[in-house]
């Protein structure tokens, strides 16, 4: 019960801070979407049973499986995520282009893992960071890769006030 509470408290947390991102960014209907399938009976089972509060619970599922069912589940119904756009094609996987607005979901979506999950040791270029270092093994549209690295590198650069700004009035 207590894995329980403190998944559900890091959840509720996430999603608060990634609404209250993207309803500063223009995205009042994405802000109050955002990742609802987390409380899904798949994805919560997963969330509870590989808790460990300063990392996602899908990484240590796929750490113990190979594979994670709740992160199968989670990419397939959440367009935030760059692995939504991917088909098979007949040459092979065929990554899409994202919409710009779920771009920047994404960004919201990172920088509130990243607050969430560093706690104090957050600073302005912790998802860049983390996104450059999983960079290698993606298999992503260059123009969503491109506006990843221009959002998430002008947030290093101009904190998270004046990106949101960018975001509202550049892009």
């Not at 397939?76 to 760059?82: D, Q």
């Not at 710009?100 to 999950?117: L, P, Q, W």
């Not at 990843?148 to 949101?164: A, F, Q, S």
Request: glycine share 6%.
């Amino acid at each position: 019960m207590a894995q329980f509470i403190k998944h559900l408290n890091t959840i509720n947390k996430h999603k608060f801070i990634v609404t209250k991102l993207c309803f500063r960014c223009g995205l009042y209907k994405q802000g109050l979407l955002h990742d609802l399938s987390k409380y899904s009976v798949i994805e919560m089972k997963t969330g509870v049973t590989y808790f460990q509060g300063n990392r996602s619970p899908i990484d240590k599922e796929k750490e113990v499986k190979g594979y994670s069912l709740g992160w199968l589940h989670h990419k397939g119904r959440n367009k935030h995520h760059w692995e939504y756009w991917l088909d098979n094609a007949r040459d092979g996987i065929k990554p899409l282009a994202m919409p710009k607005n779920y771009v920047i979901e994404m960004c919201c979506d990172r920088v509130a893992a990243s607050i969430i999950y560093q706690k104090e040791q957050y600073t302005d270029d912790s998802a860049l960071i983390y996104y450059l270092n999983g960079r290698d093994h993606v298999v992503i549209h260059p123009d969503t890769d491109e506006l990843i690295v221009r959002i998430l590198t002008y947030l290093k650069e101009n904190g998270l006030d004046k990106t949101i700004q960018y975001i509202k009035h550049d892009l």
